[in-house]
């Protein structure tokens, strides 16, 4: 069974950075997308930012283009997500997801419609 382990968030100031990690216990195939979804306080869920693990494409919502910055590291099954410039409305808890994103090329590239694996979270609060 495919684990996920977030961690790196905390309690930071407005315009400052985290970066968060989610390390991946198992083997995950190349057809899996690695994604960042975040949860609101009494909101719903959104999708930050994904990975795909054929070819590295990436996408962002729009509210975290050109701050935030998703990678990876395949020797340590790891996944991060670089916040930068971050506000108080990141506020959130961070989860990371496995799910299979269809797509020709790196345009079309989103993040999966469905996930089959989730971490358990970790909590990023951005304070003004």
């Known amino acids: 069974q495919l684990q996920l382990v977030e961690s790196g968030g905390g309690l930071v100031q407005s315009g400052g950075s985290l970066r968060l990690s989610c390390a991946a216990s198992?083997?995950?195939?190349?057809?899996?997308?690695i994604g960042w979804v975040r949860q609101f306080p009494g909101k719903g869920r959104e999708d930050v930012s994904c990975?795909?693990?054929?070819?590295?494409?990436?996408t962002y919502v729009d509210s975290v283009q050109g701050r935030f910055t998703i990678s990876r590291d395949d020797a340590k099954n790891t996944v991060y997500l670089q916040m930068d410039s971050l506000k108080p409305e990141d506020t959130a808890n961070y989860y990371c997801?496995?799910?299979?994103?269809?797509?020709?090329?790196?345009?079309?590239?989103?993040?999966?419609?469905?996930?089959?694996?989730w971490g358990r979270g970790t909590q990023v609060i951005v304070s003004s």
């Open positions: 997801a496995v799910g299979r994103s269809y797509y020709s090329n790196a345009y079309d590239y989103t993040c999966p419609k469905q996930y089959d694996y």
């Open positions: 198992g083997y995950i195939a190349d057809y899996y997308s």
């Open positions: 990975i795909s693990l054929r070819d590295s494409s990436t």
